[in-house]
């Protein structure tokens, strides 16, 4: 018996599956990101044999460079991811400064953490019929106050300087930001150092900059730039919030990328290239200020100052988010408005006669949108769920986590502008004759949704106490009945919470869906950006409030399933539990 | 800069702690300058919600009652920021952002020039047998010399009280007690009352003031200390 043990024991199948996850899903990741920056590089030069394209030239730089208003393009990109980063960053570090181990704080979190399932284009959609001249902000200011009998003459959304693609980025940035932070303070001791700081003197604002962010600050590093690298090159906002004379320049792309023109696809080649430089640009110049404020602060977070703005960081901290979370809630009912109503002249504030109309004309068109964005998101889901789990399991198998820098590549389609790979890809796609459809949409999501999936829950699932599993293989068990029968059930909550994130983010993509499915499969998301340039206000609030109610009935769901569980469970040993008052 | 704080008694007035409905803790005392009183109990019996409750720290879950005096001001309704009550915890708590002197130059209140302030804390660390360590990051430092830094950085903030969460509890058993003499001993030079709560004896024997003993709800059947 004692030799038979000194053998050494070979893993067992489930063992050597999950040593492998970590590999693929690296591999999953990397392959398609670095293919398609490779699959644009040699169009971009004029080298594309199936359209024709055998010689190497600069003429598609050339064409880019002579259209008409690139300079504004690269500009607003630049300025609205860079402009609406600092903003979105601003209001939560200033809120927390202000808030944190408050009533006001917990509030909050509940509050926002509902709004971060809404999809990015539903919000914008939201935003821009709220601000809009004929809006239902001006409508409630109308007449009485603004003296408007006529719907007022200004630009909104698309006015030039982007600020409504800026206002609609910082509604969806923030939340995002503020629940990235919320999940890092405990992993930089930001209770203990915010007493220590207190203690001696600090006022709350000034203790947690001096000695909470400089701990805090790069834990969330990573999601800032995804922040800055999704404001300066996504489409669907872009689009729907985005001035369009010019456009900003990855909608100029897309453009280019999707028009029926074969022969502009030398310059959408290029123009995804320039996106690429323009995203780089826009986080090296984040990184440089990062640098000159690290070396500025030094000095200052040991002046022993310790009252500074606190009235003002308080009152703004307060009144931004504050805003932020009316104006979100303003745009949802919003769009409850428009979708219910039939006639709605300027300026009246509710619309009358009110009726489902809307909704069943929709209803005819709805079915196939609907049924593919559950399918894909479903598919892209499940399929993120098992790489993360499995390289989350890898991790407590090899007792270490992911290096940094397999964690850099987790992130890293959400580093690289979308319209630049994934345009590459479908140049593959094209060279090779590969089908455009349902699965590589399929696959294009995941690239999103993984992310985000891992970031969910990879806190909770490095949290579990190891002792269970300890346990469970001192009472014999193997590790794939460990993991099936001990950690899965254990993990049931968090794993529901991160599949419902990962299904929201899903739902919500735009690009992949319209470049992988080569613009013939239609989800709600894509229907409802393209409605949203259109005339129609009650179809599109319909559309865009089905697409935001998939994701919400996916977190009622991770939220509301397991305490079902529970109270079933619980009737059965009601009996056995000692009565407590 | 201040002027050197005149030492004042730490008065706690009739202190009454809740959970709940359920009383942990309650306290009537009267800690003089330069006096260190031990609180003692078993873990779990309130220590360190009383410390919390005392620095202005209280989680909401927990209400209380009662008024804390320094000398003849109430601090109880002030924010933590403005009690001055030199919190040391159970582990130094050093900011691994800062260097061991920019640790120090934290508790050092604003005013003078940078060489003056840089010179304070090269004092500070001149006195506990640190000289030359300014520049050096906080986690190469020993365990020892690591609370040593803490606590110059707790005094440096001028404090005109000390409280004491069980900062000897981590340390080697060689160690905790030359810490503990340099703690009690530099508390009462500066004349500051002293409230210290731990669970070893060895800590309330070596404070060498009053020691008030706390027991659990279970542990007393029936007393409730609230009543008392």
């Given at each position: 018996m004692a030799a038979a043990n000194l053998t050494p024991v070979t893993p067992g199948v489930f063992t050597r599956l999950i040593r492998l996850m970590p590999v693929v899903t690296l591999g999953l990741l990397t392959l398609p990101v670095v293919a398609g920056l490779a699959g644009i590089i040699a169009p971009a030069l004029g080298w594309l044999p199936a359209l024709g394209g055998e010689s190497l030239s600069l003429a598609p730089w050339q064409a880019l460079g002579q259209t008409p208003g690139l300079g504004k393009m690269i500009s607003l990109s630049l300025t609205s991811g860079l402009i609406s980063a600092a903003l979105s960053l601003a209001i939560v570090l200033l809120f927390i400064a202000a808030?944190?181990?408050?009533a006001v704080f917990r509030l909050v979190r509940g509050l926002l953490s509902p709004l971060l399932a809404v999809p990015h284009s539903a919000a914008a959609i939201g935003v821009a019929f709220l601000l809009a001249p004929s809006g239902l902000a001006s409508r409630l200011l109308?007449?009485?106050?603004?003296?408007?009998?006529?719907?007022?003459?200004?630009?909104?959304?698309?006015d030039p300087f982007g600020l409504a693609l800026i206002s609609g980025l910082v509604l969806k940035e923030t939340p995002f930001l503020l629940l990235m932070c919320l999940a890092a303070l405990p992993q930089c001791q930001a209770s203990q150092r915010l007493k220590v700081a207190r203690s001696m003197g600090y006022s709350p604002a000034s203790a947690f900059t001096k000695a909470v962010l400089p701990g805090l600050y790069p834990l969330i590093r990573l999601p800032v730039y995804a922040v800055i690298a999704f404001a300066s090159a996504n489409v669907d906002v872009a689009i729907i919030l985005?001035?369009?004379?010019?456009?900003t320049l990855p909608v100029a792309v897309m453009r280019w990328q999707t028009?029926?023109?074969?022969?502009l696809r030398f310059l959408a080649s290029a123009g995804a290239l320039l996106q690429l430089g323009v995203t780089a640009a826009a986080l090296i110049i984040w990184w440089l200020i990062e640098q000159l404020l690290a070396s500025l602060l030094t000095c200052w977070r040991i002046n022993?100052?310790?009252?500074?703005a606190e009235q003002l960081s308080r009152w703004l901290g307060g009144s931004l988010i504050a805003a932020l979370i009316f104006l979100l809630s303003a745009a949802l009912i919003g769009l409850a408005m428009w979708s219910v109503a039939t006639w709605w002249p300027?300026?009246?504030?509710?619309?009358?006669?009110?009726?489902?109309g809307t909704w069943q004309q929709a209803t005819t068109t709805l079915g196939e949108p609907f049924r593919h964005t559950l399918s894909i998101g479903f598919a892209a889901t499940a399929l993120a769920m098992v790489l993360v789990i499995g390289c989350l399991e890898a991790e407590t198998l090899r007792t270490r986590a992911l290096s940094s820098s397999a964690i850099t590549i987790i992130y890293l389609p959400l580093l690289i502008p979308p319209v630049a790979f994934l345009y590459g890809l479908t140049q593959w796609q094209v060279q090779f004759g590969l089908s455009a459809g349902w699965l590589a949409v399929v696959l294009g999501h995941t690239l999103f949704v993984l992310p985000y999936v891992f970031l969910s829950l990879s806190e909770s699932y490095r949290r579990l106490d190891p002792r269970w599993s300890q346990l469970g293989a001192a009472l014999g068990a193997k590790p794939s009945r460990v993991f099936w029968q001990i950690k899965l059930p254990l993990m049931a909550a968090p794993i529901g919470v991160a599949a419902a994130v990962g299904f929201a983010v899903s739902v919500g993509q735009y690009l992949p869906t319209i470049l992988l499915g080569a613009g013939r499969l239609a989800t709600l998301t894509t229907d409802a950006v393209a409605l949203s340039?259109?005339?129609?206000r009650r179809l599109t609030a319909v559309y865009a409030l089905t697409q935001l109610t998939l994701p919400a009935l996916g977190f009622a769901l991770a939220l509301g399933l397991p305490r079902l569980l529970r109270q079933r469970r619980s009737p059965r040993h009601k009996k056995h539990r000692p009565l407590s008052a | 800069m201040f002027d050197p704080p005149t030492p004042d008694a730490l008065i706690l007035e009739q202190i009454s702690i809740h959970q709940a409905e359920r009383c942990l803790i309650a306290l009537n005392t009267r800690i003089e300058p330069g006096e260190i009183l031990t609180i003692m109990g078993p873990?779990?019996?309130g220590k360190s919600t009383l410390l919390a409750f005392l620095a202005g720290?209280?989680?909401?879950?927990f209400s209380a009652s009662g008024q804390v005096w320094l000398g003849n001001s109430?601090?109880?309704?002030?924010?933590a920021e403005r009690r001055r009550l030199g919190l040391l915890f159970q582990?130094?708590?050093?900011?691994?952002?800062?260097?061991v002197g920019g640790n120090l130059a934290f508790g050092i209140?604003?005013?003078?020039?940078k060489r003056q302030r840089h010179a304070k804390a090269e004092q500070a660390l001149a006195d506990i047998g640190l000289?030359?360590?300014?520049?050096?990051?906080?986690?190469?430092?020993?365990g020892g010399q690591r609370a040593r830094v803490a606590l110059m950085r707790v005094l440096l903030a001028e404090p005109r009280a000390m409280l004491l969460?069980?900062?000897?509890?981590?340390?080697d058993a060689a160690l905790r007690e030359e810490i503990r003499q340099l703690v009690f001993k530099r508390a009462r030079d500066k004349g500051l009352p002293t409230l210290l709560v731990t669970h070893d004896q060895a800590d309330a024997k070596a404070a060498g003031g009053p020691v008030i003993e706390l027991t659990t709800h279970k542990n007393a059947a029936g007393s409730d200390p609230c009543g008392v």
């Open positions: 808030f944190m181990e408050t109308s007449p009485w106050a603004s003296g408007w009998a006529q719907p007022p003459d200004y630009l909104f959304p698309g985005g001035p369009s004379t010019p456009p028009d029926p023109d074969l022969s022993g100052k310790r009252h500074q300027f300026p009246a504030a509710w619309p009358s006669p009110v009726s489902l340039s259109g005339g129609d | 873990s779990g019996v720290f209280l989680a909401s879950t109430e601090i109880s309704a002030l924010p582990d130094p708590l050093l900011f691994p952002h800062l260097s209140p604003h005013g003078g020039s000289t030359g360590f300014a520049n050096r990051n906080p986690e190469t430092l020993s969460d069980e900062p000897f509890s981590r340390l």
